[in-house]
């Protein structure tokens, strides 16, 4: 990259601060919470459900905690919807739920391991390595399934965190559709990782909060 890209992609990420940051400490002033740091990333990876991200946060515990955010979000959104954004990202942060469920998905890694050397011990004991392969599987779909489930209800939470900061659903509204038309744009998801996506459809959660604000809306910033 010449030293011109570089001065233009640093000129970028400055003013997205610039437009973001103002957002995330009025988020966190009203949580009376210390501001988590914010950071601009282009890619997260390679994979498409990676590369399509729009912003991810990192809970570490008070100014540790990280929140990475990207170009295309302050580009393609209006103020509220960005702000709507930025509370479910900070909502992670304050009700401290990334942390759960990624203990969660490390269990389940560590009981495929183990389920793949059980699968070498049947090998050389059948009877009991069968029996010790049916009960680590069964552990295995159940911990990834309840990390799948936990997932997607905490996500569920930092929504109802950020709809109880906006008052409103109008930033949700945007977000939401957006999110949903870049979905069926990607075409990336199909059966499987419908099954496996960790975050509920962009519609499915506009509609779960629209039916909840009929109803008396918890205070999400308490």
């Given at each position: 990259?010449?030293?011109?890209?570089?001065?233009?992609?640093?000129?970028g990420?400055?003013?997205?601060?610039?437009?973001?940051?103002?957002?995330?400490?009025r988020?966190?002033?009203a949580?009376?919470?210390?501001?988590?740091?914010?950071?601009?990333?282009?890619r997260?990876g390679?994979?498409?459900r990676?590369?399509?991200?729009?912003?991810k946060?990192?809970?570490?515990?008070g100014?540790?905690?990280?929140?990475?955010?990207?170009p295309e979000?302050?580009?393609?959104?209006?103020?509220?919807?960005?702000?709507?954004?930025?509370?479910?990202?900070?909502?992670?942060?304050?009700?401290r739920r990334?942390?759960?469920?990624?203990?969660?998905?490390?269990?389940?890694?560590?009981?495929l391991?183990?389920?793949?050397?059980s699968l070498?011990a049947?090998?050389?004991?059948?009877?009991?390595?069968a029996?010790v392969?049916?009960?680590l599987?069964?552990?295995?779909?159940?911990?990834l399934?309840?990390?799948?489930?936990?997932?997607?209800?905490?996500?569920?939470?930092?929504?109802?965190?950020?709809?109880?900061?906006?008052?409103?659903?109008?930033?949700?509204?945007?977000?939401f559709?957006w999110?949903?038309?870049?979905?069926?744009?990607?075409?990336a998801?199909?059966?499987?990782g419908?099954?496996?996506a960790?975050?509920?459809?962009?519609?499915?959660?506009?509609?779960?909060?629209?039916?909840?604000?009929?109803?008396?809306?918890?205070?999400?910033?308490?």
């Amino acid at each position: 990259m010449s030293n011109s890209a570089r001065n233009d992609s640093a000129q970028g990420k400055e003013s997205i601060l610039a437009v973001a940051g103002p957002m995330l400490q009025r988020i966190a002033a009203a949580a009376g919470q210390v501001v988590p740091r914010l950071v601009v990333i282009n890619r997260w990876g390679r994979k498409p459900r990676a590369a399509s991200a729009i912003a991810k946060t990192r809970v570490r515990g008070g100014a540790r905690s990280v929140i990475a955010l990207s170009p295309e979000a302050v580009s393609s959104l209006s103020t509220a919807a960005l702000e709507f954004l930025l509370a479910h990202e900070y909502g992670h942060i304050a009700l401290r739920r990334s942390l759960w469920a990624r203990a969660r998905w490390a269990c389940g890694i560590v009981l495929l391991v183990l389920g793949f050397l059980s699968l070498v011990a049947a090998v050389f004991l059948p009877v009991l390595g069968a029996l010790v392969v049916a009960v680590l599987m069964a552990g295995i779909f159940a911990t990834l399934g309840a990390g799948l489930f936990a997932s997607r209800r905490h996500e569920e939470e930092a929504d109802d965190y950020a709809a109880a900061y906006q008052g409103s659903l109008g930033g949700a509204d945007e977000l939401f559709r957006w999110l949903a038309v870049r979905r069926a744009k990607a075409r990336a998801a199909g059966l499987l990782g419908g099954l496996t996506a960790t975050h509920p459809h962009p519609l499915d959660r506009l509609e779960r909060l629209t039916k909840k604000r009929k109803g008396p809306v918890r205070d999400g910033l308490a």
